[in-house]
C-alpha cells in the first residue's frame, strides 16, 4: 500500500452519476490506503478509472450485472509487469463467472450502494478491508486516540542484551534472598515478634526492587503505561444520513441515468417486477424505485 492518509471513514454521499461514482470509489481506496488514489471523470482511461501508486480502479454504473468480459478487459487495461492490486466496482452485482475469474486473477470486488457505501463482494474484498482496519485510524476528538509522537519520540531505546541479562540476574537474586536469611542468627535475635517484622520488612523490599528490575528489564516500561491499553481496531460502518429515509432522494427528480437504464430493460422485454427487483439490489428505496419506473413507462416524445 502507499504512504499515509487521513483515515477517516467517507461520510455517506448520493450516487446520480458515474462522476459521482468514480470519485466515492477513489475516495474509499484513499481510506483503505492507497492515499494518492485520484479518479478523473471523462480522461482517457483506457479501462481504469481510478489510479493509485499500489492500486487501480475500474467503477460501473449500470443495472445489468458485471460479468466475466468485463474484468477480462481490466485485466487487461493493467500496464505490463504491475503488481498493483486491481479493484472493482459496481452498482449492480456480479455473475458467477465474474466471481470465478476474480479469485483467478485476484481482483477485489465491490458492490456500492446510492448512499456511497461500499460492501465486498469476494474475500479478496474482504482482505483489503482488513488490511485497512489494521492500520491506525486518524484521530476525530476521542478519548481513545492513538500514542502521539512525542511520546513514542521519549520513549527509552530498549536495552542491550548484557544489560537485559544482568538485571534479571539480580531481580531473580533478590527475590529469593530474603528464604536465604531464615535460620541467620545475627539478623534474627529474638523475640519471635520481632524477628516477623524483620522478615517482613526484608521481603518487601527485596520483591519491590527484584521486581522492578524484572519489570523494567527492556527499558519500555514508561512507553506502555503512557500509551494506554490498545483498543481493537474494527472496520466501521458508514454512518446513515440523518433525517427520514428517502426525503433527500424524493426532493430530487430520479437520476437520468437509473431511468434509461430502467427504459432500455423494460424495452428489452423485462417485466416491470424484473426492473425493480435490479433496481433494489442497487440499493434504491421503494418509493424511489416507482418513481424511477414510472419515468421509465413514459413515451419517449418523438423529435
Given at each position: 500500500m502507499s504512504g499515509a492518509t487521513d483515515r477517516a471513514v467517507p461520510q455517506p454521499t448520493q450516487i446520480s452519476s458515474w462522476?459521482?461514482?468514480?470519485?466515492?470509489?477513489?475516495?474509499?481506496?484513499?481510506?483503505?490506503?492507497?492515499?494518492?488514489?485520484?479518479?478523473?471523470?471523462?480522461?482517457?482511461?483506457?479501462?481504469?478509472?481510478?489510479?493509485?501508486?499500489?492500486?487501480l480502479g475500474?467503477?460501473?454504473?449500470?443495472?445489468?450485472?458485471?460479468?466475466?468480459?468485463?474484468?477480462?478487459?481490466f485485466v487487461g487495461a493493467r500496464p505490463r509487469g504491475s503488481t498493483a492490486q486491481l479493484i472493482f466496482f459496481t452498482g449492480s452485482d456480479y455473475t458467477q463467472s465474474a466471481l470465478t475469474y476474480a479469485a483467478e486473477w485476484d481482483i477485489a470486488l465491490f458492490r456500492y450502494g446510492l448512499d456511497g457505501s461500499m460492501t465486498p463482494a469476494n474475500d479478496i474484498a474482504r482482505r483489503v478491508q482488513r488490511r485497512a482496519a489494521a492500520q491506525p485510524t486518524a484521530p476525530a476528538a476521542s478519548v481513545y486516540a492513538p500514542t502521539s509522537a512525542s511520546v513514542r519520540a521519549s520513549a527509552p531505546a530498549e536495552r542491550p542484551f548484557w544489560q537485559r541479562a544482568l538485571r534479571v540476574w539480580f531481580g531473580v537474586t533478590l527475590l529469593l534472598a530474603p528464604l536465604g536469611s531464615l535460620g541467620?542468627?545475627?539478623?534474627?535475635?529474638?523475640?519471635?515478634?520481632?524477628?516477623?517484622?524483620?522478615?517482613?520488612?526484608?521481603?518487601?523490599?527485596?520483591?519491590?526492587?527484584?521486581?522492578y528490575l524484572l519489570a523494567t528489564r527492556k527499558g519500555r516500561r514508561g512507553q506502555r503505561s503512557e500509551a494506554g491499553p490498545a483498543r481493537p481496531s474494527s472496520p466501521a460502518a458508514p454512518p446513515r444520513p440523518s433525517g427520514p429515509p428517502g426525503l433527500a432522494a424524493l426532493s430530487a427528480p430520479p437520476p437520468a441515468d437509473l431511468v434509461a437504464e430502467a427504459a432500455r430493460l423494460l424495452s428489452s422485454g423485462r417485466k416491470p417486477h424484473e426492473v425493480d427487483r435490479v433496481l433494489r439490489e442497487r440499493g434504491v428505496r421503494f418509493l424511489e424505485r416507482g418513481r424511477i419506473l414510472n419515468e421509465a413507462k413514459?413515451?419517449?416524445?418523438?423529435?
Open positions: 462522476q459521482r461514482a468514480e470519485h466515492n470509489a477513489a475516495r474509499w481506496m484513499r481510506y483503505w490506503g492507497y492515499a494518492d488514489a485520484t479518479a478523473r471523470p471523462g480522461g482517457p482511461d483506457a479501462g481504469v478509472d481510478v489510479r493509485a501508486r499500489g492500486a475500474q467503477v460501473k454504473y449500470q443495472a445489468a450485472q458485471v460479468g466475466r468480459p468485463e474484468l477480462q478487459r541467620d542468627e545475627k539478623t534474627y535475635t529474638g523475640p519471635p515478634a520481632l524477628d516477623a517484622v524483620k522478615f517482613v520488612g526484608i521481603l518487601t523490599g527485596c520483591w519491590l526492587v527484584g521486581g413514459r413515451p419517449t416524445p418523438r423529435p
